[in-house]
Nanobody, 122 residues
């Protein structure tokens, strides 16, 4: 059974930083592209970032480009999202994902974490 366990999010002031982590089990983590999604109240879940399993290619949504950094540690089966210069509009539930892919310009995933709340106060 595939399990993705995310670290706790939290409340941070605008301009602050937060790092999310997500530990995977039940699959050979190094074989899969990974990513992060988020869902704000009243909005659809959207892809935030992805990282390939092969050549290190990354992708970021325009809204987070230059502020967020995705990384992975295959020895620990863990994916990270470093979030800097946070804005109130970054407030959302964040989901880690494994086995992600693009179709029609959108990011999709086969496996999801349980989600963690990130709240950015102004």
């Amino acid at each position: 059974e595939v399990q993705l366990v995310e670290s706790r999010g939290g409340l941070v002031q605008a301009g602050g930083s937060l790092r999310l982590s997500c530990a995977a089990s039940g699959l050979h983590f190094a074989d899969y592209a990974v990513g992060w999604f988020r869902q704000a109240p009243g909005k659809e879940r959207e892809g935030v970032s992805s990282l390939s399993n092969s050549d290190g290619t990354t992708w970021y949504a325009d809204s987070v480009k230059g502020r967020f950094t995705i990384s992975r540690d295959n020895a620990k089966n863990t994916v990270y999202l470093q979030m800097n210069s946070l804005k109130p509009e970054d407030t959302a539930i964040y989901y880690c994902a494994v086995d992600v892919w693009f179709r029609g310009g959108r990011l999709y995933s086969n496996y999801w974490g349980q989600g963690t709340q990130v709240t950015v106060s102004s």
